[in-house]
């Protein structure tokens, strides 16, 4: 599905005309660095749900802030798009574990609220469908290995 009119230029591949793909790596690209900003503006939210065998949760959630940010620009920027994709891919996959902990020891946010049981199979769904949409950013291909000059490239 295409839509016709044209995205502004530092958005849009060389040409191309606004698509699905766009729309969601756009949508995906803000999502990430609005949850990174969060990470540094509301520290102590996010802090509780750090497993306490990783040691600082400070230190990882300001990591991860850092991490979450780069990745949504990424997202959102053409020649970075599909490295964007892999890397919320991969950034989806590393979180789960902290998305676990606190599914499985109902562990209260920052401020006080928690997840039913409801919520934590939603949200274990939602984090399976944004690591496909994701790979789908990338345009990845099952036992296709991509150059990094296929990568840079801006095509999606």
């Not at 509780?48 to 065998?53: A, D, G, N, S, T």
């Amino acid at each position: 599905m295409r839509i016709t009119s044209s995205p502004p230029h530092i958005l849009s591949g060389p040409g191309d005309d606004m698509d699905l793909r766009w729309l969601f790596a756009l949508a995906g690209g803000l999502f990430f660095t609005y949850a990174g900003v969060l990470h540094f503006t509301d520290t102590s939210w996010f802090e509780p749900i750090v497993p306490p065998i990783m040691g600082s949760a400070t230190f990882w959630v300001l990591a991860s802030g850092v991490v979450e940010i780069a990745v949504g620009i990424c997202l959102i920027l053409p020649r970075t798009r599909k490295i964007g994709g892999y890397a919320s891919a991969a950034l989806l996959v590393a979180l789960y574990p902290a998305n676990l902990y606190m599914w499985v020891y109902d562990v209260e946010l920052g401020d006080g609220a928690s997840l039913s049981p409801t919520g934590h199979v939603i949200r274990m769904f939602a984090q399976i469908g944004g690591i496909l949409l994701s790979l789908w950013i990338a345009d990845w291909r099952p036992g296709v290995r991509p150059s990094l000059d296929d990568l840079l490239r801006a095509k999606t």
